[in-house]
């Protein structure tokens, strides 16, 4: 082996512009699939870092949800219990070693005085030992810390917030934290590999869930049945299967619902209330945690690691050519090992170690390209994703690459090799004057290899095209706003210690300041951010409209500031703007959109009639104006009915963001923000701050990531194709110089050669067109849920992609076409 990786070397080093080239090939073409593989491992591969995570399962509680209920990235409204019901079944369940609710919450923080902001979770005392974790530093929550409920003020820190703020310090044990404006004590860290069990949620402060009433004044949802919240997940028992704890866990789960929440349930029909008692509990693996990122994450993750093998593939193919060229030139060498006894097993070991040591340095090479696409991609996503991954090299996916790298030798190393070693090749060199042509089998090998490249980058430049132009049709899509000149963040005092008196206050006062500021041309407010994939809603009633059990009255709803409309370019079709003197123990209105008005029979008429939002069916909001549809908080998908109340009627708020018009630079106004918030009221961080257009932009993140990523790749692809159709051709020249001497002896001019390269060109160019159409074709239909307006394929995108390979290709063969119409008849008859 070790004789074998010395030749090797030695005959690499021969070749050093083959080498380079190949290297650069394979280095692009595995570094793309690393960095690709290193999402796709951290989204969708990656168990969670505790011990015996297979044991670890997610609990659902799938069905009709009569009341409230509130979801986040941990996953969808399916999975949610009430706190009771959970309680209910840790109580009484005998299946797992332990059950434990958590529920992430945005904390505001505040150490020495020092305003801070992060992410949070509330978790029950069953938490860590469900995980069987040890702390870093200090201890963890047990389940002493679940009760009294409101009465435990402690805290754990997440590890990379202990390392990166405490500097790893053991003396933060003990220390005062305040946290939405409360004092916590912190008992301990979490461990240093661990953050959490949702993917993009990764916590600064570990809190007791019995303490969510306090952190989060005016919830009082401990008890109630019809408020559904917390997410579960368990630890089977090792003797205890899914179907097994599946089946005791309903067994315990069927009673409450049939004994204790039913009765509770009122105002539904008989339908309804037969899928409620048919409800049962669900039971997933939950070796990766809870959250819904990586089901959104797999058909892109899978669509890029397609795109990026493709790629690896076309690099293999123009390896495999060079190492056939390469080859020919050897069969002297080839012919004299065989005489001198040499086995076919031996030379085959040779040439493939070759093959894998080449792959292997491409290895070495990719994790550089790896890194910096890597980077790349971390750019394209928001700023508040960034954080839940690490854009880093981890171990797996340098075990990756090298398992990747390997396989590529082989599969690029192997027809070569054989075909150099082949049983024949003593009398072929001696009927070739020491020359392995390759023979009819090697030629058409090589065609096959080009025209597979062509079918490949066909299908990648088609379905990159769909990806531009779904972009385009998501650029082009109207949000019926004008907001690019305009500065958003977030503000929430309550969150900071203020009660929500002093917030109504705070707010007045900052929508003052923030108009008095340089530049300023207009300020308003919303609770609901705009187009930060945010959305709250709540059954309606409305005048005139009638309600009953299974009837459609829902809608999602927003409070906003003054002038809201006129600030956001929304002109009103009927009525008024949300005005400065709607204020609280004034009579409440509200504005509704049209798709509002449509839904509940208002038609133009809205202005003027009443509603009520929630269980209130008074009706005390009279509608004053009726606005355009607009997007709410999606730039993609269908606006839907909306209500907007007047935020300054409600003085439970306790978090508004702020919208900043201003004729001055962004980052002008940026500075401007945060320097007049600060001296307002140091104690509240400003949140989120970013111009409008940046918000829209990481709205539809994966939009522009997947085109940006499939445009470079496939354009990476076809100049790889461009470079083996050009290398093979080249090549073909050469072999076929006497051939096309005698051509040119017999009567045939340069034109009739040029036609004849051109002819195997177009031919090339026109099979593996018409496969890469088709295959584009079917992916396109395959990602059509990743499409926005577009059916999985376009007239204009195929037409374009055809037309620029096309041109690619004839002119890859331009050159050696050329090249052979310049030949010289006599010297290619002397030509061996």
Known sequence: MLRNLRLAARMLSKTPFVTCIAVLSLALGIGANSAIFSLFDQMLLQPLPVPSPEELVNLGAPGPKMGSTQCSQAGSCEVVFSYPMYRDLERTQTVLTGLAAHRAFQPSLAIDGEPLTGQGVMVSGSYFPTLQLQSAAGRLFTVADDAPVGANFVAVLGYDFWRDRFGSSPSVIGKTIRINGKAFSVIGVAPKEFSGTTLGVRPTVYVPISMRAVIEPGFTNFENRRAYWVYVFGRRKPDVSLAQATAALNALYRPIINDVEVPLQSGISNQTLARFKARLVTVNDGRQGQSSTPENAKTPLLLLMGVTGVVLLIACANIANLLLARGAGRAAEMGVRLALGATRGQLLALLLTESVLLALIGGVASLGVAHLTLKFIGTLMPSNEVGALVFELQGSVVLFTAALAVVTGLV??????????????????????????????????????????????????????????????????????????????????????????????????????????????????????????????????????????????DSRLNQVGPGYFQMMGVPLIAGRDIAESDLHGGARVAVVNETFARKFGLGRDAVGKFMSDGENDSLTVQIVGLTPDVKYNSVKDTIPPVFYFAARQDWSIGELNFYVRSSLPVAQVMASVRGAMKALDPTIPVEDLKSMPQQIRENVFLDHMISILSAAFAVLATVLAAIGLYGMLAFSVTQRTREIGVRMALGADAARVRAMVMKQVGLMTLVGGVIGVAGAFGIGQAARALLFGLEGHDALVFSASVLLLSAVALAAGFLPARRAALINPMQALRHD
């Open 412 to 553: 690029f190393g192997l027809f070569p090799a054989l075909h150099s070693t082949r049983s024949d090749l003593i009398s072929v060199i001696r009927a070739g004057a020491g020359q392995l042509t390759g023979g009819k089998a090697a030629t058409r090998f090589r065609a096959t290899l080009v025209t597979v490249q062509i079918a490949l980058s066909m299908a990648l430049l088609v379905s990159a095209g769909l990806f531009l132009k779904s972009l385009m049709n998501v650029s082009r899509v109207d949000l019926g706003l004008r907001v690019d000149d305009v500065v958003t963040f977030g503000l929430s005092p309550v969150r900071a210690g203020m009660d929500s008196t002093r917030a109504a206050v705070y707010f007045t006062r900052v929508q003052e300041v923030l108009a008095a500021m340089p530049g300023v041309t207009g300020v308003t407010s919303s609770r609901v951010p705009l187009l930060a994939g945010q959305s709250w809603g709540t059954a309606v009633h409305v005048q005139g409209f009638t309600s009953g059990p299974d009837i459609d009255a």
